[in-house]
Structure formats: structure tokens, C-alpha cells
T-cell receptor, first 115, second 115 residues
């Protein structure tokens, strides 16, 4: 069965510093996609970044980048130059080609940015 | 920018009552989903829907749940006889295609409270 693990239930980061949120996954499927979503206190789920299992380069989207280490089965989210508005829950999720359409989510990491 | 919408934002109901949660997916999307998030827990897949039928469902999606696309724009989740444990945030999501790379865009959620 596929599994997504986020080992950091909560993290603090100083404003303007970079922070890494960890995500490891477990699958034997060769084709899969990894997603990160942000959930602010208002509750909505906001898509941040995607990494495909066959992508040769790490994904980047503005201040977000993904440190994808396929052999280690990790897909850590890096947020550069943290802002107060980055304070939120962050969820890692996976979608597998051989498992239909659903996303499987990790337990999330609560990030708190200190001024 | 097109977005998924959900109504109501908050629904309070008595145990045993029926509730219908409504979603309007992004207009050119073909695949629709419902997820739920019990307070403080991870996001869990309930059901996926394509071409007017369920394509996948989880163990959570038992006979008390049903989904429908009553017209060309709405996508609904019905809970026939609510239980206390159905209290959660319910998210609708949609995606244009079903590849591993296709991002699922989430609505803002409906918070269901069962008393």
C-alpha cells in the first residue's frame, strides 16, 4: 500500500529564512506524481508544486522548490525567504498511475513563521 | 482564474438527517472528487467520478454516501443519515484529465458539523 510520511508535525522558521519540509513516500509503482498543498487557517487547499517520478530536474515555482531524491523516496519542499503569510499547514500528496485517480496525503506539517 | 466552488461553507445538522453538499467544478474538467478532513487529521479520499459514474471509492464511502452530477455544472455529495463521526471538512476537487501529472484543484471546503 502506498504511504506518505511527514515526520515534522510542527516547525518554526524566522521570517526571510529558508525552510525545508520533509516528505517521504513508499510505492513500488514506477510512475507517480508528488504534490504539495498549502492549507491556511481559513481551510482551503492551495496547490503549490508538482514533481513527476520521471522528471530529471527538481520542480520550482517561485519561492517553492522541491528537493526530489528518488532513490531515497523523498520529496522535500523548500520555501525560500519565508513570509508571515507562509504560516499554514503543508501537505504532501502522491498520485500513482496504477492506483486510479486519487491523491494520498501525508499527515501534514504546521509551519509557523516568526517575525 | 477558474476555480472550484462549494456551498454551503458551513452546514450544521442533527444526527440522522440527510445533507447534500454542493460543488461546481472547473468548467472544462472531466474528473471530480470528494475528500474529507476530520479536524486535525489528514485529508482522506472518498470518491472519484468520471463520465457520470463512480470510478473509484474508498472504504469510507459506504452506502450512506452517494454522489451525483444532476446537471452540467453541479457535483453533489449526499450523506443519507449523518452520524457524529461524519463531522469534518469536505473538499471537492476537479482535474481535466487523470494522469499522474494532472493537478487536482480543490474547492474551499464545506465544514459539516453533526450534532
Amino acid at each position: 500500500a502506498q504511504k506518505i510520511t511527514q515526520t515534522q508535525p510542527g516547525m518554526f522558521v524566522q521570517e526571510k529564512e529558508a525552510v525545508t519540509l520533509d516528505c517521504t513516500y513508499d510505492t513500488s509503482d514506477p510512475s507517480y506524481g508528488l504534490f504539495w498543498y498549502k492549507q491556511p487557517s481559513s481551510g482551503e487547499m492551495i496547490f503549490l508544486i508538482y514533481q513527476g517520478s520521471y522528471d530529471q530536474q527538481n520542480a520550482t515555482e517561485g519561492r517553492y522548490s522541491l528537493n526530489f531524491q528518488k532513490a531515497r523516496k523523498s520529496a522535500n519542499l523548500v520555501i525560500s525567504a519565508s513570509q508571515l503569510g507562509d504560516s499554514a499547514m503543508y501537505f504532501c500528496a502522491m498520485r500513482r498511475r496504477n492506483a486510479g485517480n486519487m491523491l494520498t496525503f501525508g499527515g501534514g506539517t504546521r509551519l509557523m513563521v516568526k517575525p | 482564474e477558474p476555480e472550484v466552488t462549494q456551498t454551503p461553507s458551513h452546514q450544521v445538522t442533527q444526527m440522522g438527517q440527510e445533507v447534500i453538499l454542493r460543488c461546481v467544478p472547473i468548467s472544462n474538467h472531466l474528473y471530480f472528487y470528494w475528500y474529507r478532513q476530520i479536524l486535525g487529521q489528514k485529508v482522506e479520499f472518498l470518491v472519484s467520478f468520471y463520465n457520470n459514474e463512480i470510478s473509484e471509492k474508498s472504504e469510507i464511502f459506504d452506502d450512506q454516501f452517494s454522489v451525483e452530477r444532476p446537471d452540467g455544472s453541479n457535483f453533489t455529495l449526499k450523506i443519507r443519515s449523518t452520524k457524529l463521526e461524519d463531522s469534518a471538512m469536505y473538499f471537492c476537487a476537479s482535474t481535466p484529465l487523470a494522469g499522474v501529472e494532472d493537478t487536482q484543484y480543490f474547492g474551499p471546503g464545506t465544514r459539516l458539523t453533526v450534532l
